[in-house]
Each structure stands twice: as C-alpha cells, then as structure tokens.
C-alpha cells in the first residue's frame, strides 16, 4: 500500500501493523493513537506506539518499517509524506500492574493490526490520570467509553486493584456528566407559538 499526505491516522496504523506481521513481529498498538481509534477521531494523536510482544532484531524491525516507507531516525520511524511518525516502546505489554492483556484485531482495506480493546486504551488512559494526575488523559477516556464499548465492571475492578478507587468515581461522575450534557444538547428546545 501506498501512503501519502492524506493517509488517515487507522490507515497508516493498519499499513504498519500489516508489514510488522508479514516480517513476523507481533506488536500491538498502544497509547494515544489507539485512543484516537477508540474515540473516531475526537482524540488526535501524531504518534504512534507499538508495543512489541515478542523478540525481535532492530534490522528486522527496520526492514518491515522500511516496506511501507519508513526509515529510522533516532528512536522513532518517519514517513516522508505521512504526518505520523512510529515509536516502540519498551514494554512488556502492561496497563498499570496488569500484564494480562489481550490485544483485539482491527482489520480493514489497508491492512490488519493488534491494538488494545477500548476497555484496555480507557484503562490506558487512566493510568495516566491516576499515576500524574493528567486530566487530559481523564478527558480521553471519559471519550473513550462514551465512543467504544468499554465494560465499565472491568475497569472499575482494574481501578480499585490499583489503589485508585477515588479516581475510579471521578471518571465515572465525568462520563455521566458529559452524557447527561450530550443528552440536553440534542433535545430539541421547546417551541414558541405567537399571539
């Protein structure tokens, strides 16, 4: 596949994921570029991390990149017409103390990629929040969760596990603010009849 200026966040995404399992290297695509996948788009991202789950060579890694038109510079992937740029970070796979993970495939015409599921970038994103206080990240996953099925049960497990049952309220008093603000919106406002 060919990118260009144009290619969107998920096709580059699928592209990358697609010549990283040709060339055998299992990675799944993490941080605020899953996010922007699980929010359709409200969240924007330039970055791209991937995850690798498996053991690889960095010339292995540079062929596969290279085969969609990347070329390494320093510790990240560019693409000279493409706006997203590709980093992998260290792992292992893990959101907070939980490295049972369980990546989901997301498929379409540019190719195929591991990502999180949206329960799994929403806990990402918490993380985030919960650990720097990064109200930011609260914003992305209250986004999250009201864009993409998360199972709100899951996180709120995963939340008090990590010590963070507080923080746990405070998303969800936020999503069923933001909810409850969305549902006012779309009312239609009563009309006035004329004398």
């Known amino acids: 596949m060919i990118l260009t200026t144009r290619s969107s966040l998920s096709a580059v995404a699928l592209a990358v994921g697609g010549a990283l399992r040709r060339h055998g290297i299992p990675a799944v695509l993490t941080g605020g570029a899953c996010a922007s996948l699980h929010t359709r788009g409200a969240y924007q991202s330039r970055d791209m991390d991937f995850i690798l789950v498996g053991a690889t060579t960095q010339a292995r890694l540079d062929t596969a990149m290279a085969s969609v038109g990347f070329v390494r510079k320093g510790d990240r992937y560019v693409h000279p017409r493409v706006v997203f740029y590709v980093e992998f970070p260290r792992g292992p796979l893990a959101i907070g103390s939980d490295y049972r ?90 009309r006035r009849t004329g004398r």
């Open 101 to 190: 993970i369980a990546p989901v495939e997301r498929r379409g015409r540019h190719g195929r990629a591991l990502i999180l599921s949206a329960t799994d970038s929403c806990r990402d994103r918490l993380a985030a929040f919960y650990h720097w206080n990064d109200r930011s990240s609260l914003d992305v996953a209250v986004a999250i969760a009201l864009r993409s099925p998360v199972r709100l049960a899951t996180v709120r497990r995963w939340s008090i596990a990590e010590g963070f049952t507080a923080g746990f309220a405070e998303f969800l008093r936020e999503v069923r603010r933001t909810r409850a603000g969305r549902r006012r919106r779309s009312k239609p406002s009563p």
